[in-house]
C-alpha cells in the first residue's frame, strides 16, 4: 500500500533551516511528483512547490522562492523539504503529498510534521 | 492570483444535505478536488474532479462544477462527517495549485 512517512517534530529558533523528510513506499518513487503543503495553526492549507523525484527538478510557489528547496534521493525514495531563514510565522504543520497525474489531486499524504519556531 | 472562496462554517443537522460551495472566476473549466480534514490528520481526498470518489469514499459524497461555482454535497450526514473540507485546483496561469479557504461542517 502506498505511504508517505515523515519526519519528527522540529522546536527551532528564528533564522534557522530546518529540514523536512518524507519517505515514500508501496510506488514506483520516480513515477509521481510529491508536493508540500503547510498549515499554521487554526488556518488553512497553503501550497509549497513541487518535486519531480525522476529528475530532481523542483518548481516552488512564488511565497516561498528564494527560501525553501527541495530535493530527493533516489537510493532510499525520500524527499525533503528544507526552508531557511526561519520567522514565527513558519510555524505550521508540513505535509508532503502525492500528486495524481491524471486529474491534479493529491491522493495520499503524509501524516505531517510539526515545525515550531520559537526563541 | 487565483483565489477560492468557500463559506467558513456550514451546519447540518443528522440525516440532512450539506452543501459546502467554492466559488472563483470561470471554475467550470478546471478540475476541483476535495478534502476532508479531521482535527490533528492529514487531508484525506473525497472527491476528484468533482465527479467521482476515491475507493472506500462513501457514495453520500458528491461534487458538482459549473460556471463560477462547484460544489460538494454531503448527503444523509452522518456525525463522522464533521471536519473540514477545502477545495483544490491547478491554476494554469500561476502554474500553482491552490487550495480554498476551507469550511468548517458542524453536525448539529
Known amino acids: 500500500q502506498v505511504q508517505l512517512v515523515q519526519s519528527g517534530a522540529e522546536v527551532m529558533k528564528p533564522g534557522a533551516s530546518v529540514k523536512v523528510s518524507c519517505k515514500a513506499s508501496g510506488y514506483t518513487f520516480t513515477g509521481y511528483y510529491i508536493h508540500w503543503v503547510r498549515q499554521a495553526p487554526g488556518q488553512g492549507l497553503e501550497w509549497m512547490g513541487w518535486?519531480?523525484?525522476?529528475?530532481?527538478?523542483?518548481n516552488y510557489a512564488q511565497n516561498f522562492q528564494g527560501r525553501v528547496t527541495m530535493t530527493r534521493d533516489t537510493s532510499i525514495n525520500t524527499v525533503y523539504m528544507q526552508l531557511s531563514g526561519l520567522r514565527f510565522d513558519d510555524t505550521a504543520v508540513y505535509f508532503c503529498?502525492?500528486?495524481?497525474?491524471?486529474?491534479?489531486?493529491?491522493?495520499?499524504w503524509g501524516q505531517g510534521t510539526l515545525v515550531t519556531v520559537s526563541s | 492570483s487565483y483565489v477560492l472562496t468557500q463559506p467558513p462554517s456550514v451546519s447540518v443537522a443528522p440525516g440532512q444535505m450539506a452543501r459546502i460551495t467554492c466559488g472563483a472566476n470561470?471554475?467550470?473549466?478546471?478540475?476541483v478536488h476535495w478534502y476532508q480534514q479531521k482535527p490533528g490528520q492529514a487531508p484525506v481526498l473525497v472527491d476528484y474532479?468533482?465527479?467521482d470518489r476515491p475507493s472506500g469514499i462513501p457514495q453520500r459524497f458528491s461534487g458538482s462544477n459549473s460556471g463560477n461555482t462547484a460544489t460538494l454535497t454531503i448527503s444523509r450526514v452522518e456525525a463522522g462527517d464533521e471536519a473540514d473540507y477545502y477545495c483544490q485546483v491547478f491554476d494554469f496561469d500561476s502554474d500553482h495549485y491552490v487550495f480554498g479557504t476551507g469550511t468548517k461542517v458542524t453536525v448539529l
Open positions: 503529498a502525492r500528486l495524481n497525474p491524471l486529474l491534479g489531486d493529491f491522493d495520499y
Open positions: 470561470n471554475i467550470g473549466t478546471k478540475s
Open positions: 518535486i519531480n523525484p525522476n529528475s530532481g527538478g523542483p
Open positions: 474532479d468533482a465527479s
